[in-house]
C-alpha cells in the first residue's frame, strides 16, 4: 500500500524527509514550513521550554521513560524522529578540562533550551571502547565494554569505532534539525535560547552517512515512507504499524526495566551501555510470499498464530506480547511446527524473568533502503550478546526445516551491516570522561 497523497500525509512526509536530508537548509525549510499559518502539522506546535537546574535532571542519561508518553496499555511510547551523529575527538592524546567544559556547556545549553521530554528533546552521549583506549587507565571492571563484533556465523558487519554517538530523539523534526546544527555550530541559538558552546572544536561531527544515520517510529511512518529498497510494491504495510515488519513491538513486559539496566557500582554507576546495529530489511518474501498467520508465527510464535493471539498489528496483546509462554515449547515446535518464532527465541534471554536489554529501536530509510536502527541498553555488553545468541536460533538448526535463515525467526528478512558498543555514562560524567572519573 501506496502513501495516501493526503495534505496530512504530506506534512509527516516532508518532517521525516528534512530529519533525513538534514542541515541547514533543511532546518530552513522545516522552520519556513512550521511557521505556515495555514498549516497545523506536528511542528506547529510550540515546543516546551528546558531548565536553567541541571540538577532538576535525572543523572542516568537513559532515563527517558519518565519523560515518555504511554499508550492506553502503559507501554512507553518512543519519540516518532531520531538522529544518530558518529563522531570522532579531533585532538591528541587526552581530552582537556577545557574541552570536558566546552561540551557540557554545549549540552546544558540543549537542556535550557528544551524541555527533557519526546515534546521537547531527549538525547544521549556514548563513548566507545577506542575513546576509552587513548588513556593509560583501563576502564573498571564494573563497565563490560567490549569492542564490537559479529555476533553470528552469518553475519559480516562493519564495526564502527568511532569515538563517540549522539542520539538526538524528539517529536518535533525542527527542535532535532535545530539541536543538531547548534552542537555543529551552525547556528548561535535554539528554541529561542543562545548556545554558551558548540561542540565543532573538540568533535569532529558528520553531515552525511554512514557518520549521520536518521530514522523514525510510530503509527503510520512506516506506511507513508515505504517507498524505499526492501519494501515491494505490493506490501501492504499496516496503517497503524510503528515499524516496517507490521507488528508493535516494546511491550512493557517483554523489555528491562531502567533500573535493570543500569551499572551498579563503580565510578560509572548510574550509567549503562549502548549496542546500536544497522540492519537492512528484505520484505519481499515477508509481504509477497507469507500470509498473516505465517507473519505471526516467525514474529511470535507458532502457537500465537495457530490460537489466533495476535490481531492486525498485535495491539490486542496490550503490555506484553506472551512469547515468554513459548519457550517451553520452542523445540517442539521447531519439529511439529517447522519453524520458531522470533520473539519466542528471544524470551529465553531473561534474569529475574525480565528481559536484560531495554530496546528502542526505530526504522530508517538512510541510502534510499529500508532499515532498522537496533538501539539497545543494558547493564554489561554480555546481555546484549546474550539476547542475540538467543535471538540467532543456532541452537535450533538440527530440525530439518530450520536453517540459519530459514523458518528461524526473522533472520530470513534481516542483514546486519553495521554494529558499535558504547558506555553511556552518568550525565555526571558524560562530557568527555576518563577511565576513572571521580
Known amino acids: 500500500m501506496r502513501p495516501s497523497e493526503s495534505r496530512g500525509i504530506d506534512r509527516r512526509e516532508f518532517v521525516k524527509s528534512a530529519v533525513a536530508i538534514g542541515g541547514m537548509s533543511a532546518l530552513s525549510a522545516c522552520l519556513g514550513r512550521s511557521g505556515d499559518e495555514n498549516d497545523d502539522d506536528e511542528d506547529d506546535v510550540s515546543i516546551p521550554a528546558g531548565t536553567d537546574d541541571p540538577t532538576s535532571l535525572p543523572d542516568r542519561q537513559h ?51 528544551f524541555e527533557w521530554s519526546s515534546e521537547g528533546l531527549l538525547f544521549t552521549v556514548g563513548y566507545s571502547p577506542r575513546y576509552f583506549d587513548r588513556f593509560d587507565e583501563p576502564l573498571p571492571d564494573s563497565v563490560d565494554l567490549p569492542e564490537p563484533a559479529a555476533l553470528t ?3 559480516d558487519p562493519d564495526l564502527d569505532t568511532n569515538d563517540v554517538v549522539v542520539h538526538l530523539a524528539s517529536d518535533s523534526g525542527a527542535a532535532l534539525l535545530e539541536a543538531e546544527e547548534a552542537l555543529k555550530g551552525n547556528t548561535d541559538t535554539v528554541n529561542g535560547v543562545e ?17 549521520r544515520r536518521t530514522g523514525f517510529v510510530g503509527d503510520g511512518l512506516p506506511a507513508e515512507n515505504n517507498d524505499v529498497s526492501g519494501i515491494p510494491d505490493e506490501a501492504d504495510v499496516p496503517e497503524e504499524s510503528p515499524l516496517y515488519m507490521g507488528f508493535k513491538s516494546g511491550f512493557d513486559k517483554n523489555q528491562a526495566t531502567e533500573d535493570g539496566v543500569t551499572i551498579p557500582e563503580g565510578p560509572f554507576a548510574g550509567g549503562t551501555t549502548q549496542h546500536v546495529s544497522r540492519i537492512r530489511l528484505r520484505l519481499d518474501d515477508w509481504y509477497v510470499e507469507q500470509d498473516q498467520e505465517e507473519r505471526v508465527s516467525e514474529m511470535f510464535c507458532p502457537a500465537h498464530a495457530e490460537e489466533g493471539t495476535v490481531e492486525g498489528v498485535g495491539e490486542n496483546l496490550g503490555d506484553d506480547s506472551g512469547a515468554g509462554d513459548c519457550v517451553e515449547t520452542i523445540e517442539e515446535d521447531a519439529r511439529s511446527a517447522g519453524r520458531v518464532g522470533h520473539a519466542q527465541k528471544t524470551a529465553r534471554a531473561r534474569r529475574d524473568g525480565r528481559p536484560v536489554i531495554l530496546r528502542r529501536d526505530f526504522d530508517s530509510t538512510d541510502r534510499g533502503e529500508a532499515g532498522l536502527h537496533f538501539l539497545a541498553v543494558q547493564e554489561g555488553i554480555s546481555d546484549f550478546v546474550a539476547t542475540k545468541t538467543a535471538m540467532a536460533g543456532e541452537d535450533l538448526t ?25 558506555l553511556l555514562p ?11 572519573p571521580e
Open 63 to 113: 532515563a527517558w521513560n519518565g519523560a515518555l508518553p504511554s499508550d492506553d496499555h502503559g507501554n512507553h511510547v518512543l519519540a516518532s524522529h531520531h538522529v544518530l551523529l558518529y563522531a570522532d575527538y579531533v585532538g591528541d592524546g587526552a581530552p582537556t578540562a577545557d574541552e570536558r567544559e566546552t561540551v557540557e556547556s554545549a549540552l546544558q545549553s540543549l537542556e535550557r533550551a
Open 398 to 422: 538440527d530440525t530439518p526445516t530450520i536453517r540459519q535463515r530459514v523458518n528461524n525467526g526473522i533472520q530470513e528478512y534481516t542483514f546486519v551491516k553495521r554494529r558499535g558498543n558504547f
Open 153 to 155: 556465523s552469518f553475519e
Open 195 to 211: 548556545m554558551d558552546a558548540h561542540l565543532g572544536g573538540v568533535l569532529d561531527l558528520p553531515e552525511e552517512f554512514p557518520g
Open 426 to 436: 552518568p550525565r555526571t560524567h558524560r562530557a568527555l570522561p576518563t577511565p576513572r
